[in-house]
């Protein structure tokens, strides 16, 4: 499986487009990246630039588009309705094909070290990567904006910054970087210049609001078009979908005389999510995404060459892939029939969604967890460290398998709730799923159980066996 990162950096520019298309270029020079979409807004003079690389440059392609925005951008001149503290101000890292949201945050970890050692720019981190829970939220790190935050570092240790510091760059602030799920950014657009409508909305309909669940939002006024507008991001699109935003808010519109001017994607949207809004307004009955001849085709040509490929690597007498492999494979596949059954009944499929898509990162996991075991007990002997590698590598070893079994673990809760939601005509494909899951749980356990035996550190041993406790 080819691995790749998605970045999403936001730069307080949105009204010059040469220094916007310099940052572009910069992030393009590293190898492997690939720009997929550059949006640019004057109200809110910002541009977001999203690029997709390997995990191996997507830090460089990052570090790339963060320089040139250093030289380019001084927040002391900057003005716009969008809150702000940098030059580049928040750049997220998320899982895209093949990599781990863990592994997004030691990507946003590393960065963030090395934006401070290159630019002198401190760094915060947010969301996965939070070191604090009140850092979670890119609005509490935001607070007071570049002008606000510059001067609350010098007195308020709370306020400094969690790489460098603690004052921020003269005129480049400072970065929020993390690692975070998908996320759409979403603006609707009221056929009113009335502001305090625009707030209203937003505050109804936000999370920390007590609204909908994974939306943040904020009105803003659009001088430009003369037009107030409710700017959301949708942190999990499948727990809020996208329509269901937008009723909502032109809901809350109407009860106040005031139509839908329109409605923004800033950056890029899953095909899931339009799917998901096809479904809802044109009412399918059964709609399923098979039905999308892109995705058919894909799955067809996945059937061809996918499965084949895992199976014959399966079978050719090499260590990996091995159990542990096939174990999360069948956990997959569990989830994937979970999914199905789910779509059909017409029931909430997000969390088997999101089950298929862990345990496939898994199957590769797995396998290189296991490599490394082989890289490390193949340092010569004598050789200084090698204990600590081969005592490390089996750490890693034993935690892939733990964490499948412990995914497996709720994974087969849901599928019994599952099996007694369902209708009778798909319940077989419950049963086949429940009978993979348990296969699944089985197989992973063996692999943590083998290879604790080879490890000498009783204080990991003892962490082990209590998360395996909790899931006995």
Same mark, same amino acid.
């Given at each position: 499986?080819?691995?790749? /990162?998605?970045? #999403? +950096?936001?730069?307080?520019?949105?009204? &010059?487009?040469?220094?916007?298309? %310099?940052?572009? $270029? =910069?992030?393009?020079?590293?190898?492997?990246?690939?720009?997929?979409?550059?949006?640019?807004?004057?109200?809110?003079?910002?541009?977001?630039?999203?690029?997709?690389?390997?995990?191996?440059?997507?830090?460089?392609?990052?570090?790339?588009?963060?320089?040139?925005?250093?030289?380019?951008?001084?927040?002391?001149?900057?003005?716009?309705?969008?809150?702000?503290?940098?030059?580049?101000?928040? /750049?997220?890292? #998320? +899982?895209?094909?093949?990599?781990?949201? &863990?592994?997004?945050?030691?990507? %946003?970890?590393? $960065? =963030?070290?090395?934006?401070?050692?290159?630019?002198?720019?401190?760094?915060?981190?947010?969301?996965?990567?939070?070191?604090?829970?009140?850092?979670?939220?890119?609005?509490?790190?935001?607070?007071?904006?570049?002008?606000?935050?510059?001067?609350?570092?010098?007195?308020?240790?709370?306020?400094?910054?969690?790489?460098?510091?603690?004052?921020?760059?003269?005129?480049?602030?400072?970065?929020?970087?993390?690692?975070?799920?998908?996320?759409?950014?979403?603006?609707?657009?009221?056929?009113?210049?009335?502001?305090?409508? =625009?707030?209203?909305?937003?505050?109804?309909?936000?999370?920390?609001?007590?609204?909908?669940?994974?939306?943040?939002?904020?009105?803003?006024?659009?001088?430009?078009?003369?037009?107030?507008?409710?700017?959301?991001?949708?942190?999990?699109?499948?727990?809020?979908?996208?329509?269901?935003?937008?009723?909502?808010?032109?809901?809350?519109?109407?009860?106040?005389?005031?139509?839908?001017?329109?409605?923004?994607?800033?950056?890029?949207?899953?095909?899931?999510?339009?799917?998901?809004?096809?479904?809802?307004?044109?009412?399918?009955?059964?709609?399923?995404?098979?039905?999308?001849?892109?995705?058919?085709?894909?799955?067809?040509?996945?059937?061809?060459?996918?499965?084949?490929?895992?199976?014959?690597?399966?079978?050719?007498?090499?260590?990996?892939?091995?159990?542990?492999?096939?174990?999360?494979?069948?956990?997959?596949?569990?989830?994937?029939?979970?999914?199905?059954?789910?779509?059909?009944?017409?029931?909430?499929?997000?969390?088997?969604?999101?089950?298929?898509?862990?345990?496939?990162?898994?199957?590769?996991?797995?396998?290189?967890?296991?490599?490394?075991?082989?890289?490390?007990?193949?340092?010569?002997?004598?050789?200084?460290?090698?204990?600590?590698?081969?005592?490390?590598?089996?750490?890693?070893?034993?935690?892939?398998?733990?964490?499948?079994?412990?995914?497996?673990?709720?994974?087969?809760?849901?599928?019994?709730?599952?099996?007694?939601?369902?209708?009778?005509?798909?319940?077989?494909?419950?049963?086949?799923?429940?009978?993979?899951?348990?296969?699944?749980?089985?197989?992973?356990?063996?692999?943590?159980?083998?290879?604790?035996?080879?490890?000498?550190?009783?204080?990991?041993?003892?962490?082990?066996?209590?998360?395996?406790?909790?899931?006995?």
């Amino acid at each position: 499986m080819r691995k790749l /990162v998605e970045c #999403v +950096p936001n730069f307080s520019e949105g009204r &010059d487009r040469a220094k916007v298309a %310099a940052i572009t $270029a =910069a992030i393009a020079s590293a190898p492997g990246a690939v720009v997929l979409d550059i949006e640019m807004d004057a109200d809110h003079n910002r541009s977001v630039i999203t690029f997709a690389a390997p995990p191996e440059t997507v830090i460089e392609a990052a570090l790339n588009g963060i320089g040139k925005a250093v030289e380019l951008i001084d927040l002391t001149c900057h003005t716009g309705v969008h809150p702000r503290i940098g030059a580049a101000d928040v /750049v997220p890292f #998320v +899982p895209l094909a093949g990599v781990t949201l &863990d592994q997004c945050v030691k990507l %946003a970890e590393k $960065a =963030a070290t090395e934006m401070w050692k290159r630019f002198g720019v401190p760094a915060y981190l947010y969301e996965a990567a939070a070191r604090r829970e009140d850092r979670r939220g890119l609005e509490n790190i935001r607070r007071g904006q570049f002008e606000g935050l510059r001067e609350a570092v010098k007195t308020d240790p709370d306020r400094a910054p969690d790489v460098g510091g603690p004052e921020l760059h003269p005129t480049a602030g400072a970065t929020v970087t993390g690692a975070r799920k998908f996320l759409i950014a979403y603006n609707i657009n009221l056929q009113s210049d009335d502001l305090a409508l =625009a707030k209203e909305i937003a505050r109804t309909v936000r999370t920390s609001s007590g609204g909908m669940p994974c939306v943040k939002g904020m009105g803003v006024m659009l001088e430009s078009r003369n037009l107030a507008q409710v700017s959301m991001n949708l942190t999990d699109f499948e727990t809020t979908p996208v329509h269901v935003v937008y009723e909502r808010v032109k809901q809350l519109a109407a009860a106040r005389g005031v139509e839908i001017e329109g409605s923004e994607i800033i950056g890029l949207i899953p095909k899931r999510a339009i799917e998901m809004a096809a479904e809802h307004f044109l009412k399918v009955e059964e709609f399923r995404p098979p039905m999308v001849l892109e995705n058919r085709v894909e799955q067809a040509l996945e059937g061809r060459t996918g499965l084949n490929e895992f199976l014959e690597s399966l079978a050719a007498p090499t260590p990996t892939p091995g159990g542990g492999s096939a174990a999360a494979a069948a956990a997959a596949m569990a989830a994937a029939l979970g999914e199905m059954v789910a779509r059909l009944s017409k029931l909430p499929a997000g969390e088997f969604e999101a089950d298929r898509r862990w345990f496939s990162q898994a199957v590769e996991r797995d396998a290189e967890s296991y490599d490394a075991v082989v890289a490390a007990y193949r340092i010569p002997k004598g050789t200084d460290g090698r204990a600590e590698a081969i005592g490390a590598a089996m750490k890693g070893a034993t935690l892939v398998p733990l964490e499948t079994a412990e995914r497996v673990h709720q994974l087969s809760a849901r599928l019994a709730t599952l099996a007694e939601a369902c209708p009778s005509k798909v319940a077989s494909d419950v049963v086949t799923a429940r009978a993979l899951s348990d296969a699944a749980r089985s197989g992973a356990l063996a692999n943590v159980e083998i290879n604790l035996g080879g490890l000498n550190d009783e204080v990991f041993k003892g962490e082990v066996e209590a998360r395996l406790a909790a899931i006995s």
